[in-house]
């Protein structure tokens, strides 16, 4: 009894070692937000557990609902996938009116939810509006202006293009699973400026794609440091209040009065979530400038200089990209199956928001995964 109780405190005395020598302080909250509720990873009601700060939505306008409109599915295939995947909220709008809604058990009307990695795809925008009001001179500048902290790859610049098509050389190792990993800590750590200014970059910016949330993380120092406000209230200013969002948003902080976690947890409702699809519909007009928005779909983006080697044909500066049945889709996309789809040809926007999906292990495999390519046909068959 004795030496298992030396063995016992022997045991805690390593843990507590390690916690403290490789700074795993997170993994309690992680645990305590994760397994201990049932869990095996981050879910969409994560917000719950975080300091947030409110995206405000100061001049709310409704969605119309077309006289055709559903809350309900009758296409029975299309039911039968959304439910297999644990969808909590599936939204069509078609020529600028809803046109099928439906909620599962979690999911309603003005329910706010995790986009995780959609996310990226705001910020994107965000980026376009510091851009369009003076506060970024463009995409050219360079990201040590902003973050004289970190330090250049031999001397290479990085410049915000960089961060934004995910080809800054940036150290980090996207993994959703790991508990002990950087994607990790940032998630469930306390002190995002800790984690990302203690990395540096181990690649020469403009040459390999690599997907990490590193990038949209520095890109969020940036938006603040350049505007002197948070991202929230600068997104509350320039994106929030003028797409017509219906309710605050809440963005996930890293502590209390602390910092956005702007490489995921942007938590809102399926139907302001399709505005920022209507918004790309119409070239992000009354948000960010055209030529911006040309640039952000840019698609297949090139990002070896001005001879490239290589092209990324599926991921264009936070968004993503693909060809379905004939029609270009562009597409905002999360962990667990977060989706804000749209599809110029058809004048169509969805939103898929839910707890699980298909093959969405490693986010640097562009193909589409089995639901989300079902579900875009059955959507281009019913409303074509």
Request: hydrophobic share 40%; charged share 20%; with cysteine.
């Amino acid at each position: 009894m004795i030496l298992k109780n030396r063995f016992f405190l022997f045991f805690i005395f390593c843990a507590c070692f390690c916690v403290v020598v490789f700074d795993l302080f997170y993994l309690f909250p992680g645990i305590k937000q994760t397994y201990l509720r049932g869990e095996t990873s981050a879910q969409i009601d994560d917000f719950n557990f975080f300091n947030t700060r409110s995206v405000l939505a100061p001049s709310p306008k409704p969605l119309p609902l077309a006289s055709n409109y559903l809350d309900s599915l009758e296409n029975d295939s299309l039911l039968n996938m959304l439910n297999s995947i644990e969808t909590s909220a599936f939204l069509v709008i078609k020529d600028d009116s809803v046109r099928l809604e439906k909620y599962w058990d979690d999911g309603g009307l003005d329910s706010l939810s995790n986009s995780f990695s959609i996310a990226k795809s705001i910020v994107s925008l965000l980026v376009g509006c510091a851009i369009d009001s003076g506060y970024i001179k463009s995409v050219n500048q360079s990201i040590f202006d902003f973050l004289p902290e970190l330090s250049p790859y031999k001397n290479h610049d990085v410049k915000i293009r960089h961060l934004l098509n995910m080809s800054s050389g940036f150290d980090w190792l996207e993994n959703y699973k790991k508990p002990i990993s950087v994607t990790a800590k940032a998630y469930y750590g306390d002190d995002l400026f800790s984690v990302l200014l203690r990395r540096g970059f181990t690649e020469a910016p403009g040459v390999t794609y690599r997907y990490n949330s590193g990038n949209t993380q520095l890109l969020g120092f940036i938006l603040s440091r350049s505007t002197g406000k948070s991202v929230s209230d600068f997104a509350s200013e320039v994106l929030w209040s003028k797409i017509g969002a219906s309710n605050n948003a809440a963005w996930s902080l890293d502590s209390k009065n602390g910092f956005e976690k702007t490489f995921c947890c942007f938590n809102s409702s399926a139907r302001d979530f399709s505005k920022i699809g209507l918004l790309m519909l119409s070239s992000g007009r009354g948000v960010i400038s055209e030529g911006y928005f040309n640039w952000l779909l840019s698609a297949p983006l090139l990002i070896n200089g001005e001879n490239p080697s290589k092209q990324v044909d599926f991921y264009s500066n936070g968004w993503w990209a693909a060809s379905v049945l004939n029609h270009t889709i562009y597409y905002a996309r999360g962990f667990l199956g977060q989706y804000v789809v749209f599809i110029p040809e058809l004048n169509v926007v969805f939103v898929r928001l839910g707890r699980s999906e298909d093959g969405f292990e490693n986010i640097e495999n562009y193909m589409l995964t089995n639901s989300l390519d079902f579900i875009i046909r059955m959507v281009i068959k019913d409303f074509s």
